[in-house]
């Protein structure tokens, strides 16, 4: 019994310590009314974009727990223009995803030293992925936004790949 609570407690500090080892992310969405694509298709429009903008910033934080703990990483989004396209389906809206409706997204981000506040690293990121549909990746094939999702994993690798944790 003794020993099964000794292993218990030993888990649960390196789930604690497991979760103190990633930055932060704080995601800003600027004017979402005028993002060029973020319509609705069978649900009301404001309750979609709380979904999408949850489920992007949940990637993003996902992303950053890769990055230092002493480290926050600030995300201003400007535009979205999500895959595919939104039509007239019978009586409701459907999305239909063809490659002339590539997913783009515009933003600024700032990686920050949590200490002293400096900024590490800055940029203005303009993403499209005008070839999303083609490749052999299946990682967010059937999960949703996994297309803009995808687009997202490749410019944070490619940005921060000497800042990543080495764990």
Request: aromatic share 10%; proline share 2%.
């Amino acid at each position: 019994m003794i020993k099964k609570l000794s292993i218990l407690i030993t888990l649960l500090l390196m789930c604690n310590s497991y979760t103190s080892i990633a930055a932060e992310v704080e995601v800003t969405w600027s004017n979402p009314e005028k993002y060029r694509d973020i319509r609705a298709s069978s649900e009301s429009r404001k309750h979609f974009r709380a979904k999408v903008f949850r489920n992007l910033e949940k990637h993003f934080t996902k992303l950053a727990a890769k990055l230092p703990e002493n480290q926050t990483l600030k995300i201003k989004v400007s535009d979205l223009d999500l895959a595919g396209d939104t039509l007239h389906g019978g009586i409701s809206r459907i999305r239909i995803v063809k490659e002339i409706n590539y997913p783009r997204i515009k933003f600024s981000y700032q990686l920050l030293d949590k200490e002293n506040k400096t900024v590490l690293l800055a940029g203005d990121v303009n993403l499209k992925d005008m070839n999303f549909m083609q490749g052999a990746s299946l990682r967010y094939k059937s999960d949703y936004l996994g297309y803009e999702k995808k687009m997202i994993d490749k410019w944070f690798f490619k940005s921060f790949k000497s800042n990543l944790n080495k764990n």
